[in-house]
């Protein structure tokens, strides 16, 4: 029951007169009349001042209840727009207020009366009414209990109304939530009472805190949104939450856009400005840090501050950890939906799998729905229940057509005519009776139809696609120009954005037609595609050039709203359907550069798709060389950043292409993701040949900041492969270069000067030259104001070397800065920085006497898992396991650990871990002692002696002193074992090893 009536009119009858006022009030009921018809409402009277209008049987309570409340709030919209053409024209404000109720009502004839409701509920109507704000929709108690589950209400309030005795429970209607079970016209639901079943059982369960991901697949119209509504209204029913993110056609290269959604649908920021949003944030997690806040409003769009230096990789860690830690805190239920999951972006996706992995230990039921075309992460996270929407059987589709068609005798054959064309696709059967109801074949109502005069015209099309069509053009012109529009904008639009594009867009005729719903009502209208078939329809059946205009006319409106950095990527989509390529071209690029400090993946999308609009420029283009060597080169550059080789990034094409244009610069960027890449990959030669090519090609171009910036690289290289010598030449060529300047040619590498001196630092050492601990110092002293990558490169190359090769002592100040470095890798770091530094802290704790061992196997296993997910072997984490295997006395084991490193590295050609390998196989040989263990490590220790090394290279020569020895004592060869004992000594203290120093002095 809905009572509206203008306020105060009295005052706006005495300043636009009689005439004008009832004018105005004509307008009014027209279109609050055809708002109620279209709810399928009947408007029960006019009252003067207003209207009454009736919404009920026979459709049951809670739907009608709901079609009232949209009524409401789309008569209130209405108003307001009426009120702005009187405030112009009038200079008077038109307002209106509304009040709802629900409940039995006698209807029907009375007297001379037509069809009137009167009694109780009536008047409780038209008391909600009168206390209603102007402008404002109240409801009633009742109403709210039937709408609660999908109405946005204020808090209760008590209303005294004229004459009543006691207060009235009011609620004040604010919105329509995005989810109602039921939509206009749906049909029945037949069978799928298994699938239903089971999903119940299973929310049942989640309840109870053991929570579920189930995954609905199936081809477009078989019925997954439908299983997603019906079990969204199961828990609406139970009364609890449900959260949905739609996927949509053109947002799969969109960053987090997925993601975002689902977020702001859960935080219940859908409808709020930003800094409504932001304080919302703040209370949802006010254990947080700020940073991490800043990252939440980054990812819903409602960022102030400005970004913090934050990896990718760290982002992510961090968000996800936020969402998670609140999910797994959370004691309430709930349900979250991702549909259509076929068009979701990488960066969502992989956001999503972090969150549904911990789903099994909350309260919480995750649906999410997709098409067989999808084959990406979601379909093998292990624990999910997926289930395969199968056509209808025969029985069901005609149950399900004779229900739309209802079983007047002239119907007849038409139901299995239908049943058998639609092949169990619901969605088919539907769209085919709403064609031929269009048509006028049939004539009444759905579940009542009748066979109309036109029998000739009974012939359906052979496609569901077809069909659609053919409903499609049969709107009028403006109408179909709205769809076209609405259909550019994307399967959900605001009104806002389709006012850019059509001067009179007409909604209400494409509801009409359900071929859309309004979704939202608040604070703007919000509407979406029925099904996404529709809007494929609608999409693709228009001109290609028709499209273009509205595609040019969208990305500027878009544009023009401002927060251009993070619609980069929708813009560039809406720019090349626009054909504009070299526009779509900079915005492609811009996008990339916005995700670079977000998700790498998403930077790679972007420039992948960059690369692709200049592959198609005409070669005549003047920029179309440069447009197609810019992507190219930062997708090499970064490609090892994605952690080790993924695909070819394509570097002897963007060689090829630079030869043309004499690029050379380009090409020296570009290769050290090819280097890095190769490191990665474990293939130490190849690197080590590909970056001499490297750093000669640098020297060739000869431009000072490049050279520093990208020397980094192969000193990275040269450091596995023990190339010390060259090391020390490169490292003093960058330090030279520098000048100082810790973030000179900071185009890859952070601070290119940082990993310089640390690596003169290594080279030194390793070859005895004084004033390598200087350079360790001052490079340690340097990481602490620079980026989080850097740090962590600095770290892992003072200390890892450090400690395995006897150069510094594992001591206190070594373990806290391992743990600092770690620290601000977990904050801010690339997973490669985590990686790192996870490494060198566990080996530095390792190295901790009196430490529990048991704690120390747990972080090397944890830094080992680390670093084979980034897809590196793990040989010196290796070596550490072994040596705490000989510790628990599991000698056999460590030995065999410990020969597979060896092997591993002797293999090789020059390793600078060979040393280490060596060195804990021989101890736990000789914990072992057999007469083959002994003759075992000795051939082991000559095999280190022979390594090929750069002349003056030491750290084999010391190491080789020291396990000579110990072979010598074990062997009971007190005499040598004392010769070489005091070389080892001595060789120690004139090297000022620390490490080697204190070994050497405990040797009796
Ligand atoms: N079992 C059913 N009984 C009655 N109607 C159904 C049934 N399953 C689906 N429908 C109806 O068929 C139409 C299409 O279903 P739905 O939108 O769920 O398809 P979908 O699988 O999600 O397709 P898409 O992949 O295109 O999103 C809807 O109007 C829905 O109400
Ligand atoms: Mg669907």
Redesign the pocket.
């Known amino acids: 029951m809905l009572f509206a009536d203008v306020v105060r009119s009295m005052d706006i009858a005495a300043k636009v007169g009689a005439e004008r006022l009832r004018e105005i009030m004509t307008d009014l009921v027209e279109r609050s009349t055809a708002v109620v018809r279209r709810y399928g409402g009947t408007v029960d009277k006019f009252t003067g001042d207003g209207i009454m209008a009736v919404f009920g049987a026979p459709t049951a309570l809670e739907d009608h209840a709901f079609r009232v409340c949209l009524a409401a709030l789309d008569i209130q919209a209405a108003t307001a727009e009426l009120a702005k053409e009187v405030q112009t024209r009038d200079g008077t404000a038109l307002r209106l207020r509304v009040g709802l109720n629900s409940g039995q009502v006698i209807a029907g004839e009375i007297g001379s009366a037509s069809y009137t409701a009167i009694g109780e509920q009536v008047g409780m109507a038209q008391r909600m009414e009168s206390v209603a704000a102007p402008g404002a929709v109240l409801v009633s108690e009742s109403t709210a209990r039937l709408v609660q589950n999908v109405a946005v209400l204020g808090e209760p309030e008590q209303a005294h109304i004229k004459g009543g005795e006691r207060p009235v429970a009011t609620r004040r209607l604010l919105g329509i939530g995005d989810h109602h079970s039921r939509r206009r016209g ?7 009472a298994w699938e239903l079943n089971t999903v119940a059982a299973i929310l049942d369960e989640a309840i109870g805190g053991s929570g579920c991901v189930v995954s609905f697949m ?10 997603v509504r019906e079990a969204a209204a199961v828990a609406a029913h139970r009364g609890i939450p449900v959260f949905t993110a739609h996927c949509e056609s053109h947002a799969g290269d969109i960053p987090f856009h997925a993601v975002a959604r689902l977020l702001r649908a859960a935080f219940g920021v859908e409808d709020v400005d930003a800094d409504k949003a932001r304080t919302r944030v703040l209370e949802l997690f006010p254990e947080a840090d700020a940073e991490d806040h800043v990252l939440l409003h980054d990812l819903l769009g409602v960022r102030e501050a400005p970004l913090p230096d934050i990896a990718p990789d760290a982002r992510r860690r961090r968000v996800t950890a936020l969402i998670n830690g609140a999910a797994l805190a959370r004691q309430e239920p709930g349900v979250y939906v991702i549909e ?1 999951a076929h068009w979701i972006d990488e960066a969502s996706e992989s956001m999503l799998a972090g969150f549904l992995a911990i789903i099994p230990q909350t309260p919480t039921l995750v649906l999410i ?1 997709y ?1 067989p075309e999808y084959q990406g992460q979601f379909t093998r996270l292990s624990g999910v229940q997926s289930l395969a ?1 199968r056509p ?1 059987s025969d029985g ?1 589709t005609s149950l ?1 057509t004779a229900e739309l068609l209802g079983d007047d005798e002239s119907i007849g054959a038409l139901t299995p005519l239908i049943a058998t064309r639609a092949a169990g696709n ?2 088919f059967a ?1 769209e085919m009776v709403r064609d031929l109801s269009e048509r006028g074949v049939l004539q009444g109502d759905t579940g009542k139809y009748r066979l109309g005069d036109n029998i000739a015209e009974v012939a359906v099309p052979a496609t569901l696609q077809a069909t659609i069509g053919s409903r499609i053009d049969r709107l009028s012109a403006t109408a179909k120009h709205t769809l076209s529009a609405a259909a550019v904008v994307g399967s959900r639009f605001d009104i806002d954005l389709l006012a850019d594009l059509v001067d009179d867009a007409d909604t209400s005729a494409l509801i009409e037609a359900e071929l859309i719903d309004q979704v939202r009502f608040t604070p703007k209208a919000q509407f979406a595609f029925r ?3 529709i809007h494929t329809v609608a999409y693709e059946s228009q001109l290609k050039s028709d499209r273009a205009t509205l595609h040019r006319r969208l990305a500027v409106a878009i544009e023009a709203r401002g927060s251009v950095d993070e619609n980069a990527a929708l813009i560039a989509e809406h720019t090349e359907a626009a054909g504009e390529l070299p526009a779509a071209f900079a915005w492609r690029m811009r996008a990339g550069t916005w995700a670079i400090n977000r998700d790498i993946a998403a930077a790679h999308g972007s420039w992948r798709r960059a690369q692709q609009v200049a592959d198609r420029l005409p070669p005549d283009h003047p920029d179309s060389l440069s447009m197609r060597i810019a992507p190219r080169t930062f997708l090499c550059a970064t490609a090892a950043r994605r952690g080790g080789w993924r695909a070819d990034p394509g570097f002897e094409e963007l060689r090829q292409l630079c030869v043309a244009t004499g690029d050379q610069r380009s090409v020296g960027i570009g290769m050290v993701g090819v280097v890095a890449s190769k490191l990665m990959n474990g293939h130490r030669e190849e690197a080590s040949r590909l970056a001499d090519d490297h750093v000669q090609l640098l020297e060739s171009i000869g431009d000072p900041p490049l050279t520093v910036g990208l020397l980094p690289m192969a000193l990275l290289v040269k450091h596995e492969t023990a190339e010390m010598a060259e090391i020390l030449r490169l490292s003093q060529r960058l330090i030279d270069l520098a000048d100082g300047d810790y973030t000179k040619g900071n185009l890859i590498f952070g601070s290119p000067l940082a990993y310089g001196v640390t690596m003169r630092g290594a080279a030194r050492a390793s070859l005895g030259i004084a004033g390598w601990k200087q350079d360790f110092t001052c490079a340690a002293v340097s990481a602490r104001d620079v980026d989080a990558m850097s740090r962590a490169s600095v770290v892992y190359y003072t200390y890892l070397p450090g400690i395995a090769l006897g150069l510094l002592r594992p001591d206190p100040t070594v373990l806290a800065q391992t743990a600092e470095a770690y620290e601000a890798a977990t904050q801010a770091g690339e997973d490669i920085a985590l990686g790192l530094t996870e490494a060198v802290r566990s080996v530095a704790v390792a190295c901790q006497e009196g430490t529990d061992r048991g704690a120390v196997v747990e972080l090397l296993l944890h830094a080992r898992e680390r670093v084979l997910d980034q897809g590196v072997t793990p040989p010196i984490i290796d070596c550490y396991f072994a040596r705490e295997k000989v510790r628990l006395g599991e000698t056999d084991g460590a030995i065999e650990l410990a020969r597979a490193s060896f092997d591993d590295q002797a293999g090789a050609d020059r390793c600078i871990w060979i040393v280490l390998a060596t060195t804990v196989l021989v101890e736990a040989l000789l914990t072992r002692g057999t007469d083959k263990d002994f003759d075992e490590a000795n051939a082991a220790i000559d095999r280190l002696a022979a390594a090929p090394t750069d002349p003056g290279y030491v750290v084999n020569d010391i190491a080789v002193l020291r396990l000579r020895a110990l072979l010598a004592q074990a062997r009971g060869d007190v005499e040598s074992y004392r010769a070489y004992r005091d070389r080892y000594r001595a060789m120690a203290t004139s090297l000022g090893f620390e490490g080697h120093m204190a070994m050497a002095e405990a040797m009796t």
Do not use: A, Q, Y
């Open positions: 749906e049909s029945k639901l037949v069978g799928r199936g081809p477009p119209g078989i019925g997954k949104s439908r299983m259509d729905t098409r929407l209808l069901n399900l619901p969605f539907e099904h996404p078939l």
